[in-house]
């Protein structure tokens, strides 16, 4: 009856890993890679782990041969041949052919780029997103990342505010992004679909509340994707865009093609072809742009954005119903 516990261990390992491994694929897993940088990160991560079970076991199969070992005691010899080889060789050995492989992968990460720059700023709490394209011209827009497959990206990184940490999990490894500095990162997505990005340093009340939407596309979509993001606000002036720059909006967000030019906040052009608001926390639709509007401070706490829950619910409905039509 001695095993009995390690016999109850052994029956629930298979639950257990399964309920483990439920979590390792989906848009926001680094061990469910998508890109270049992230299938070295898993890879150094399978390889660690891999050798870190090894080690645990062979540890483990000599402690339980030790205790129930030989009575006879070791010769001094014997002893200091043991300690030399066991505790000296083998593990030095052994880590720096990890730290090797492990050093290996890191000129990959920081080669140079195929001429796409994204400079992307953390604010409390989204994301400014600045494209240089190649031809040397610039598009802003927010909390919604579109990259070409199989392109290398380079990444310029800062922050508004505080420091934030730009991840997105199944492309790379993640990088800060402090007030003041401008670090870089280049990413190579080699898989089409959406994923989550997210940020990865405490930053405030909303930390939790900073995603964004990243979706990779076929280069001849993503270059349909710019140009048609480089025109002008599509949505027919009406009465909702006349109270979104009465009411003042205008003056911290930008919808191009209107008089709205304000830099405090997200750009809005296009707000309508983005997959969620609110920097990836809710389902783009009127409905929770309105919600959105005039509960910000519910929604999001300590962002910059006052809630308007003291514009009459009509006037929040039409500029909500406006900028959810800017296509
Ligand atoms: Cu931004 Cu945490």
Known sequence: MRNSPVRLWLAFLPVGLAFSLAGCSGEQSALDPAGQEASAVARLFWVMLSAAALIWAVMMGLALFASRGRERPWTERGAMRLIVIGGAVIPTLLLAALLAFGLGLMPALRSPGDGLRVAVRGEQFWWRI????PDGSRLVTANELRLPVGQRVEFLLTAQDVIHSFWIPALGGKMDMIPGATNRIVLEPQRLGRFRGVCAE????????????VEVMEPAAFEAW???EQAPAAAPEGQGAALFL???CGACHTVRGTEADGV???DLTHLATRHSI???IMENDPAAIDRFIREVQEIKPGARMPGFSMLPPEETALIARWL???K
């Open 264 to 266: 405090i906040g997200p």
């Open 226 to 228: 710019l140009a048609a």
């Open 324 to 326: 959810g039509s800017l």
């Open 246 to 248: 009465a009411r003042g």
């Open 130 to 133: 600045d494209y240089e394209l």
């Open 202 to 213: 405490f930053c405030g009340p909303s930390h939790a509340l900073m995603a964004f939407t």
């Open 278 to 280: 609110g920097a990836g």
